[in-house]
């Protein structure tokens, strides 16, 4: 049954793919202006234009062009930037990890901080409840940017217990990395683990008040284990199943984030790229953060059926 799961969900990654390439791909065609007049600046001639569009292929049809980049993207040639001629894979490759590193700090924060605070409020009714529900409140009426400058203010301006803004790279550095990466994870998930702790609160109390946990408990199973071994893990399913939502929220909000702590991620070079209307790096960076989410999204859906044999294909 899990062997149909994975096959079926594999069936849709290249149509999701090829629909989100095209959606893309047709939106940079529709931007106005030419890529040409953005690399020559205003003292472009009309025959200078006409060159380098000549050049970049922008006087092929659209049809043509379409279909010379998903041939080229299949074979794994993103093609090269318009800016400086460099391969838009090799772009991508440099940029890729400071931005997993922010996604990935970000999912950790909210899982972990999510979840606990979720449990702690459906075990808790009463105050440390309505303490929690007003905490998750503010997080998720906190604009991401706003929070990032408040934690930088506080904790590496004024106490100075982690550095302003210091990307390192996993491989130079570890610890470096880690203590770089840590404002920016927090105010990249604190919205994500409030969305994570209503859920898992809401789902814990629901799995809480179901009869077999009264039963457990009377047969003289431990508290302790009713709520890990068993209500945790039947609410953790529409949890899990929310994973892919908090994923792209997280993914799109890492732009502006990377954009406050001067990240080196693929949002920088995006942002710089839709401004100087370097299409090949939009497409690339685009494709590259769909297939990141796809991927996600089949792991989750693998995991769903895992914890979930109702959704297994009969």
């Known amino acids: 049954m899990m062997g149909k799961l994975i ?3 594999l069936a849709l990654v290249l149509p999701q793919l090829a629909l989100v390439s095209l959606l893309v791909f047709f939106l940079t065609y529709l931007v106005p202006g030419s890529p040409a007049a953005a690399i020559l600046g205003a003292g472009a001639t009309p025959e200078s234009l006409a060159q380098v569009e000549s050049d970049l292929g922008l006087d092929q049809p659209f049809a043509e062009r ?4 998903f041939g080229a993207a299949l074979t794994g040639d993103l093609g090269l930037s318009y800016s400086n001629s460099l ?3 090799d ?3 440099e940029r890729l990890p400071a931005t997993l590193s922010l996604v990935g700090g970000g999912l950790v924060f909210a899982g972990v901080f999510g979840i606990l605070l979720g449990v702690l409020a459906a075990l808790r009714p009463g105050p440390l409840d ?3 529900n007003g905490v998750t409140s503010l997080g998720l009426a906190i604009p991401e940017f706003w929070f990032g400058l408040i934690l930088s203010l506080v904790f590496a301006v004024q106490l100075g217990w982690v550095p ?7 491989v130079e550095d570890p610890a470096a990395w880690f203590t770089g990466m840590i404002l920016p994870s927090v105010a990249l998930g604190a919205p994500a683990a409030a969305m994570v702790a209503r859920q898992t609160r809401g789902a814990m109390a629901k799995s809480l008040r179901a009869p077999y946990i009264d039963n457990l408990t009377a047969v003289g199973v431990p508290r302790t284990r009713v709520v890990v071994r068993y209500a945790l893990k039947n609410a953790m399913i529409p949890v899990l199943a929310s994973t892919g939502l908090t994923l792209r929220i997280l993914i799109g909000a890492s732009f502006v ?3 406050v702590f001067a990240v080196p991620g693929l949002g920088e070079l995006l942002l710089h790229s839709v401004i100087g209307k370097d299409f090949p790096v939009v497409q690339g960076a685009v494709l590259v953060v769909a297939v990141l989410v796809i991927g996600v999204n089949l792991v989750l859906d693998v995991g769903y059926g895992l914890l979930d044999p109702k959704v297994r294909p009969q």
């Open 257 to 259: 984030v990377e954009t």
């Open 7 to 9: 096959a079926y969900r």
């Open 66 to 69: 379409l279909v010379d980049w």
């Open 164 to 170: 302003v803004v210091a990307y390192t790279p996993l």
């Open 130 to 132: 309505r303490a929690i």
């Open 91 to 93: 772009l991508i490759a």
């Open 87 to 89: 391969p838009v894979s």
